[in-house]
């Protein structure tokens, strides 16, 4: 089979694309003939040899990528038969491999993909769709909220964009470039705004006109999830889930003392403790793309050119989730 391989980590270009044995299923475990792997920053991360994240370092030569959509295409003893050639989707935790034409994962990791929704959006919601029902849930958004997303137009922000409108609340969608602008604005944010703009923070308090920021869905970090912080009412939420920008938004005793806020991580240790598990928030993700209410945006790049994908995304040239595709 076909797979990208990183040899040595660095650029994106150390991603090499390469013939590889087929893996074997194990015990317990099954073979997915991929139609669409997931990307994610922690992969581009990972690639650059940058420790100090979520996962370790992988050994070298690795295979990257944790999320796969695909069918059924070979079962390991004591698998179910009913597994064998069905359309499913997986997240393959720290045991990566995703980037390739197959990949084995444990039985127990499968979700069937639902009817009527694609494979390329069944491979974001499982891991970036399940991400964001646990900001959601963290969040307990209501028709009384006023909402500002940094990084609408991403992966995840499109979900809460989604999500928020759904709830009745007040959207802010702050995303970069006039083109990922009117993407937030038809994914239904009251505002969307270009936040590459020095004066974006104005023109966010001119458009509410009058209302007050009661949420911060922060991705980003940084100086601008500084910058939306720094909107928040009194008695306001800040959701922290990344750090894009490449440094967590700095908060301060000062600010919880003196404004009230409450501060929230929602992912990390918070989502390994969840009472229901990650595969619980899996389900509900892949319910709410089944039923039409989240539909998550993808970008699509051919396996073969998994390097431009990572240059791409760190570039922030995307929109919504990446995804390859053999």
């Given amino acids: 089979m076909r797979a990208i391989r990183l040899h040595e980590f660095g650029p994106p270009e150390n ?79 720290p045991a990566s491999q995703g980037y390739a034409e197959r990949a084995v994962t444990d039985a127990g990791r499968l979700h069937a993909v639902p009817d009527g929704v694609p494979d390329e959006a069944a491979v974001a919601m499982i891991g970036t769709g399940r991400t964001a029902m646990a900001v959601l849930e963290a969040a307990a958004l209501t028709a009384d909220d006023v909402v500002v997303v940094p990084a609408a137009a991403g992966g995840l922000g499109a979900l809460l964009v989604q999500a928020a409108v759904d709830a009745g609340a007040f959207v802010v969608g702050l995303a970069g470039g006039a083109a990922k602008v009117a993407i937030v604005r038809d994914l239904g944010a009251h505002v969307a705004l270009d936040y590459r703009r020095e004066t974006w923070p104005a023109e966010v308090r001119d458009a509410l006109d009058g209302r007050e920021v009661t949420v911060v869905l922060d991705g980003v970090g940084g100086a601008a999830g500084r910058s939306a912080l720094e909107l928040l009412a009194p008695g306001g939420r800040l959701l922290m889930f990344g750090y894009s920008e490449g440094t967590p938004t700095p908060v301060t005793s000062e600010d919880v003392w003196a404004r009230g806020i409450t501060v929230t991580t929602a992912i990390g240790v918070r989502l390994m403790r969840r009472p229901g598990g990650l595969r619980e928030l899996e389900e509900r993700a892949l319910a709410a793309a089944a039923e039409g209410r989240l539909t998550p945006l993808r970008t699509a790049f051919p396996l073969k050119d998994a390097g431009a994908a990572h240059a791409a995304l760190e570039a922030r040239a995307t929109t919504g989730k990446v995804v390859l595709v053999p």
């Fill in 15 to 93: 991603l090499r694309y390469e013939e590889v044995e087929d893996p074997v299923p194990g015990p317990g475990q099954v073979r997915v003939a991929v139609t669409a792997a997931g990307v994610h920053l922690l992969d581009t991360r990972l690639r650059a040899g940058e420790a100090g994240g979520p996962l370790p370092l992988p050994e070298l030569p690795s295979i990257p990528g944790r999320e796969v959509a695909g069918r059924v295409d070979a079962l390991g003893p004591g698998v179910a038969e009913e597994w064998l050639g069905r359309r499913v989707v997986a997240h393959l935790g």
